[in-house]
């Protein structure tokens, strides 16, 4: 049976779009205002103030800014600090209850909703993934967990039964295939995207460059199981 004929009888016949067990997958082209809670270390930096982001969406954020802080209706610019990543734009309040505010963002040209997708995507890719039933799986092995998800993304783990010691994953997306043994590391393969040929034949492995992490990161901090604390660890 093909993979999509597979996916199709664990969906109970629903299409892509319906999601893996009837549950609706987070994506972005279908409601732009799904909102994405957002790792620790992320924040909106302007002159009075820093404040941590709590979620965030193609069109606003939600903020910790405490209860006491005043802000105005008036649009202002601040810098949005996303790891390595600092992106300026302009928001204004929507709403401020308790210590949270939310902020809509005013700046919607191409090249900024271009740079805010990118550092969502990992966020709803990663919290897309569901776990396919593993007595419905093709060559189930013991300790092995499959998860799939949107842009037909697919995440392998292999943990011991007993000890639940994790001694391999493999996360497959477009064209690229990230493996992770406790043997070797973190592993990158590329393929071409003409017939699936590596882009390398005979080279090693690469290793994924610094700057691949943080987006590796934040899709597996967002994967809705226990296992990405395990998963998180081998990262570090």
């Excluded at 009075?48 to 209706?73: H, M």
């Excluded at 919290?127 to 092995?144: C, N, V, W, Y």
């Excluded at 697919?154 to 997306?173: A, G």
């Excluded at 040929?197 to 967002?222: F, I, N, Y």
Aim: net charge positive.
């Amino acid at each position: 049976m093909q993979l999509s004929g597979l996916l199709q009888r664990l969906m109970g016949g629903r299409g892509a779009a319906g999601g893996l067990g009837g549950r609706k997958l987070p994506t972005m082209s279908r409601r732009r205002t799904e909102r994405y809670a957002v790792p620790q270390g992320r924040l909106i930096v302007f002159p009075e103030a820093i404040w941590p982001i709590i979620d965030i969406s193609l069109t606003g954020l939600r903020v910790r800014v405490g209860r006491n802080f005043v802000v105005g209706p008036t649009p202002i610019y601040v810098t949005l600090r996303w790891g390595h990543t600092v992106l300026r734009t302009k928001v204004k309040l929507a709403w401020h209850s308790g210590d949270d505010a939310g902020l809509v963002i005013c700046d919607t040209t191409g090249e900024s909703l271009m740079r805010l997708r990118r550092l969502i995507e990992p966020l709803a890719l990663g919290s897309s993934l569901s776990l396919i039933d593993s007595s419905a799986t093709l060559g189930s092995e013991s300790g092995k967990k499959w998860f799939h998800g949107q842009e037909d993304a697919n995440l392998w783990v292999w943990q011991s039964p007993n000890t639940k010691t994790l001694h391999k994953w493999i996360l497959h997306h477009g064209h690229h295939i990230y493996t992770w043994t406790d043997a070797k590391g973190l592993e990158l393969r590329a393929y071409a995207p003409m017939g699936y040929t590596p882009m390398t034949p005979g080279e090693a492995v690469a290793v994924p460059v610094k700057t691949q992490l943080p987006w590796l990161r934040d899709l597996l901090w967002s994967l809705p199981s226990a296992v990405r604390h395990d998963l998180l660890r081998t990262l570090n």
